[in-house]
């Protein structure tokens, strides 16, 4: 069964440093979707990539995250300076087209973040 | 815009009673619903959907949610439970254009 993947499954760094998680889609998912999941709370969206292309990245805190696809298929999250609040489950999921009703979004384990 | 509220942020049942985990949505145009598993530390995995189709939508591990207009409602629930069913459930709303918003969680504890 293809699923989607994402490394590192943990990480620690200290505050002021940078971080990068990586994520590979199902093989076809043209959507990808990266979300932050803080403790105790449900998923909240950061970034959507239709193909390459930045569809949505409105609660992208773009002064210190960024996100690319580069060639529409693996992305990576960086996060740099990383603060303390930046700790949470970083989920990663990819859908087969993207804005359709039926089109289910698949997830990966997630990247834990922990800023000390 | 749309948005999801669970109700009861921890739920414990013993095992082989009924499970019901509360959903309440608002949303300003017609609804797409979701309820999603998570267990410890891994990802989220889809139980069911609404789609707009049946109002009644059966579900992977025996849960199904009925979607009921006039309450604004989709609770998720399981005739028994199971040990393996303690996790953390999440219930989502979308307007159709993969906009989906989670609810806080609730998280399912069987009691042997």
């Known amino acids: 069964e293809a699923e989607v993947a994402q490394s590192p499954r943990y990480k620690i760094t200290e505050k002021s440093q940078a971080v990068a998680f990586w994520c590979d889609p199902i093989?076809?998912?043209?959507?990808l979707y990266w979300y932050r999941q803080i403790l105790g709370q449900g998923p909240e969206l950061l970034v959507q990539?239709?193909?390459?292309?930045?569809?949505?990245d409105s609660q992208l805190p773009k002064d210190r995250f960024s996100a690319e696809r580069l060639k529409g298929v693996d992305s990576t999250l960086k996060i740099q300076p990383a603060e303390l609040g930046d700790s949470a489950m970083y989920l990663c999921?990819?859908?087969?087209?993207?804005?359709?009703?039926?089109?289910?979004?698949?997830f990966g384990p997630g990247t834990r973040l922990t800023v000390l | 815009a749309q948005s999801v509220t669970q109700l009861g942020s921890h739920v414990s049942v013993s095992e082989g009673a009924l499970v019901l985990l509360r959903c309440n949505y608002s949303?300003?145009?017609?609804?797409?619903l979701f309820w999603y598993v998570q267990y410890p530390n891994q990802g989220l995995q889809l139980l069911l959907k609404y789609t707009s189709a049946a109002t009644l939508v059966k579900g992977i591990n025996g849960f199904e949610a009925e979607f009921k207009k006039s309450e604004t409602s989709f609770h998720l629930t399981k005739p028994s439970a199971h040990m393996s069913d303690a996790a953390e459930y999440f219930c989502?709303?979308?307007?159709?254009?993969?906009?989906?918003?989670f609810g806080a969680g609730t998280r399912l504890t069987v009691k042997p």
């Open positions: 989502a709303v979308s307007g159709g254009n993969n906009d989906m918003r």
């Open positions: 093989s076809g998912h043209a959507t």
């Open positions: 949303s300003s145009v017609p609804p797409y």
């Open positions: 999921a990819s859908s087969l087209v993207g804005g359709a009703p039926t089109d289910t979004q698949y």
């Open positions: 990539f239709q193909d390459e292309s930045v569809v949505d």
